[in-house]
């Protein structure tokens, strides 16, 4: 039976246009209707070349869904490509033609001799979410962009993280896992964000692996890569923060791309030093009990649920209540992501729901005995629920409503100082 | 439930006609089947007489626009021919120029301007009407 979801998470797959967007100089070519576009557009930011309002959008109507609305994509990409400047053209495919059965993959192929590369991604939204279509857009790009190299640069390491935009703090992320990458003495490779982009694309053949830094989204496109280029990979599920799991991730890392140890515990010493000469500057915040809540909850796609929750309980020595998955996590992947949050240090296990629906969600809250104010980390959708409880609330998923960033991050040491310093403002005000 | 389909064509084999060259639309009727019902011919002048449309005002010369076809697109022309098939479901002709395309959506008229045969025409849109008045998906 049909049901009502309430306060869902993610957009369509459609809401791959912002994947698109976050490669630089990248244009999404959108075969959907007119509103389609316009309701997944929000204000986290442009891609800083194109505007979201130029996207090419062939706004079919009733006439192409009779009669097809083919040639109206012909002509959409044909013009796109004469007047506007990108490096990068991703078709994207909306429910209707997908419905009707417009053939958009023959019309994409027309373009094959074209001066710029032009790429289709089905991205339906009875297909899935925007995970699932940000997966579709990096599937496109090793698809029908990328050949199998026999040059291979010698540390060179594709990063991969979680969804552009989707991800408030996606750019200071990865940009923040290159640079632990390179401290390694690999050659980080990313293709979202300022000047990556095409050249960037062009170097994924020849890494020497991938490295995939998210509890799920991504692992089709690693297995992809590793079939057609041949490219190993190895799949880091935590979104390391702070210390303990930074600490872990480096070794791991080091150890899969064949680093020296002692360059890899040099590297991490060096951080852990100042990590917690930092914590040790503010050993009087945190062993003043009253300041923090005893129990917190995190409601979040896979990557921040799992990654904060890790944190929160090994570097900081707080409680888990349930936390929450809103991501709607493929089935097969939950049993390995639930497992991952029973690894936890001093032996704690935490109870984790992949649960969609904010209305039930909200009721667990309630209805919990936090052992006090609840600490909240989740998206908007929480701040009143936890203000009606007089709890502590951080707005680290989406909807952001009450955040605003540029290039900020939680990722690594410093993001983890950087949480630290916004649970704690958050905290503090309780006193003031 | 039956229906009628306003279509421009000159000879009933292609939608070869734009909306402004219509002189004589043929008007099919859908119900177990399709059938040519009648041809309603176009009288420039008398439709905007008894059309209620927003030209009425003496400004707007209806007659220097009424000619035969002839490719104009007034609002008074406009308003009389879209009067004149009202009773219709949808329009097919090989183009429908922006105003015809408001005044036809005010009427909940789909406009569907394409170049093809009458028969792909009618068999598309039919199939198509079948299955969302029957709650039918589109696809395949
Ligand atoms: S679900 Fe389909 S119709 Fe709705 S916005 Fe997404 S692509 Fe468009």
Request: with cysteine.
């Amino acid at each position: 039976m049909a049901k009502l979801l309430d306060k869902q998470r993610y957009k369509c797959a459609l809401g791959a246009m912002q994947t698109v967007q976050a490669i630089d100089r990248a244009l999404p070519i959108l075969h959907s209707g007119p509103g389609c576009a316009q309701k997944l557009s929000e204000n986290t930011g442009s891609s800083g070349y194109f505007s979201p309002n130029i996207f090419p959008c062939t706004s079919i109507n009733e006439k192409d869904v009779v009669f097809g609305g083919v040639k109206k994509l012909d002509s959409t990409i044909e013009n796109a490509l004469k007047v506007i400047d990108a490096d990068l053209y991703i078709v994207l495919t909306g429910c209707i033609p997908e419905i009707v059965g417009d053939d958009s993959g023959e019309v994409v192929s027309r373009y094959e001799d074209a001066e710029k590369p032009v790429l289709y991604a089905p991205t339906a939204g009875f297909k899935g979410n925007n995970f699932k279509g940000h997966e579709q857009v990096v599937d496109a790009i090793v698809e029908q962009y990328l050949k199998k190299s026999d040059e291979k640069i010698e540390g060179l390491v594709n990063i991969w993280a979680d969804v552009p935009y989707q991800d408030l703090f996606w750019l200071g992320n990865i940009r923040e896992l290159e640079k632990l990458i390179s401290e390694l003495g690999l050659i980080p490779n990313t293709i979202f964000g300022y000047k990556r982009g095409i050249e960037n694309i062009n170097k994924i053949p020849k890494a020497q692996f991938n490295l995939l830094v998210s509890p799920w989204v991504g692992l089709g496109n690693m297995k992809k890569m590793e079939r057609k280029l041949g490219i190993p990979y190895l799949h880091y599920p935590t979104l390391p923060i702070g210390a303990t799991e930074t600490s872990k991730f480096l070794r791991a890392v080091g150890e899969f791309a064949g680093v020296d140890k002692d360059k890899v515990e040099a590297v991490i010493s060096e951080h852990e030093d100042y990590y917690y000469y930092l914590i040790g500057r503010y050993a009087d915040l945190f062993l003043e009990n009253r300041v923090i809540n005893k129990q917190f909850t995190v409601v979040a796609d896979a990557q921040y649920s799992l990654g904060i929750t890790k944190f929160l309980v090994n570097d900081l020595g707080l409680v888990p209540a349930k936390q929450f998955i809103t991501d709607d996590t493929p089935k097969y992947y939950r049993d390995k992501i639930a497992e991952e949050f029973k690894k936890l240090n001093f032996g704690i296990e935490a109870d984790v729901s992949f649960e969609t629906d904010g209305y039930k969600i909200h009721e667990e809250i309630k209805t919990h005995d936090y052992h006090g104010y609840p600490l909240v980390l989740g998206g908007y959708y929480e701040k009143e629920v936890t203000e009606s409880l007089k709890g502590n609330f951080l707005n680290v998923s989406w909807p952001h409503q009450d955040k605003v960033v540029f290039d900020d991050f939680y990722v690594g040491y410093t993001g983890g100082i950087r949480l630290i310093e916004d649970i704690y403002t958050v905290a503090v005000q309780r006193f003031n | 439930m039956a229906y009628k389909i306003a279509i421009g064509s000159s000879d009933g084999k292609i939608v070869d006609l734009k909306f402004g060259e219509v002189n004589k639309f043929l008007i099919y009727e859908v119900g177990d089947e399709v059938v040519l019902s009648e041809e309603r011919e176009y009288i420039p002048g008398e439709a905007e007489d008894n059309s209620a449309d927003s030209c009425s005002s003496s400004s707007c010369d209806t007659k220097s626009c009424g000619g035969n076809g002839g490719g104009c697109q007034g609002p008074g022309n406009v308003a009389g021919k879209v009067e004149l098939i009202s009773d219709c479901r949808a329009v097919v002709c090989k183009k429908i120029g922006f105003q015809a395309q408001k005044q036809f959506e005010k009427k909940a008229i789909s406009v569907f301007d394409v170049e093809c045969e009458v028969k792909e025409a009618l068999d598309k849109i039919t199939f198509y009407y079948k299955r969302i008045d029957n709650h039918e998906s589109l696809r395949g």
